[in-house]
């Protein structure tokens, strides 16, 4: 079976930014050739995650408030090591997962109605940031 690969990048605000990449994915899977088979969107770096939900803003502004009740900004063993002030950061990508996999099937993911993927950015100020989109498939 072929593997495509691709990358996607987005400047970000951080503080638990949520991005509805669902787009972006779609796309590469448009270009990628492949009909059916499975797409695996990674986060290149330690402070961010992947995940699925529901897209709209009342659940955009769940996830931070939650995230900030569950690994609050703190004084963390990373922080003692580092001194960069992001030991939150890396506790929460952790927690959610640097990847997420979505199965297509002629050229279209395979989502839920209220479905989309998301990358959430969870370093305590913006930067550059990185996807890896593979796809494996025929």
């Known amino acids: 079976m072929p593997v495509v690969s691709g990358r996607l990048h987005y400047e970000t605000k951080g503080n638990a930014q949520v991005i ?3 787009a972006d994915v779609a796309q590469e899977i448009a270009s990628s050739g492949l ?3 499975i797409v695996t969107v990674s986060v290149v770096g330690s402070t961010g995650a992947m995940t699925t939900c529901e897209f ?3 659940l955009v502004r769940d996830i931070p408030e939650l995230m900030d009740r569950l690994i609050p900004p703190g004084s963390y063993h990373h922080d003692q090591t580092w ?3 992001n ?3 890396h506790l929460r990508a952790s927690l959610v997962g640097p990847s997420v996999t979505i199965p297509f099937s002629s050229g279209k993911l395979v989502l839920g109605t209220w479905q ?3 990358f959430i950015d969870f370093d305590h100020r913006g930067r550059q940031r990185e996807l890896a989109v593979q796809m494996i498939g025929e």
Request: cysteine-free.
């Open 83 to 85: 001194h960069d002030g």
């Open 116 to 118: 989309q993927i998301v």
């Open 35 to 37: 009909a059916d088979g």
């Open 56 to 58: 709209e803003p009342g």
């Open 87 to 89: 030991g939150h950061s």
């Open 20 to 22: 509805d990449v669902t």
